[in-house]
Nanobody
Framework: QVQLVESGGGLVQTGGSLSLSCLSSRGIDRLNVMGWYRQTPGNQREFLASIASSGNTNYADSVKGRFTISRDNAKNTVYLQMNSLKPEDTAVYYC????????????WGQGTQVTVSS
C-alpha cells in the first residue's frame, strides 16, 4: 500500500499563488506517473497535470500556463505550483500516483482544500 500525503492548500485571493506538495511513501524515481486532480461538490474529479518518471509533463487546458508540476525524486515528492489563481480554481486537490513496476497500482491522497476568494 502506498500513502500519498498532500499539503499546502489554503485560502488565497484572486491572482495569488499557492504551492501544493505530495509526499509518497514509495520511491518515485522510476516507472510511474504522478498527477494532480481536483474536485468540486457534485462534479467528477478533473485532471490537472501529470509528470512521468521520465520528466514528461502534461497539462489540462484549463491550467496550462498558470500551473506547473514538478518532482523531486530524492524527496519522493511531487509539487504543483499554482499562479494567477481564480475563484473557479476553488476545489479539493488530490495527488495521484500510478506505478508500473511489479506490484504497482494506482493511489490517491486524501485531498487538500484550495479556496480562492474574489
Amino acid at each position: 500500500q502506498v500513502q500519498l500525503v498532500e499539503s499546502g492548500g489554503g485560502l488565497v485571493q484572486t491572482g495569488g499563488s499557492l504551492s501544493l506538495s505530495c509526499l509518497s511513501s514509495r520511491g518515485i524515481d522510476r516507472l510511474n506517473v504522478m498527477g494532480w486532480y481536483r474536485q468540486t461538490p457534485g462534479n467528477q474529479r478533473e485532471f490537472l497535470a501529470s509528470i512521468a518518471s521520465s520528466g514528461n509533463t502534461n497539462y489540462a487546458d484549463s491550467v496550462k500556463g498558470r500551473f506547473t508540476i514538478s518532482r523531486d525524486n530524492a524527496k519522493n515528492t511531487v509539487y504543483l505550483q499554482m499562479n494567477s489563481l481564480k475563484p473557479e480554481d476553488t476545489a479539493v486537490y488530490y495527488c495521484n500516483a500510478k506505478f508500473f513496476t511489479v506490484g504497482g497500482g494506482q493511489y490517491w491522497g486524501q485531498g487538500t482544500q484550495v479556496t480562492v476568494s474574489s
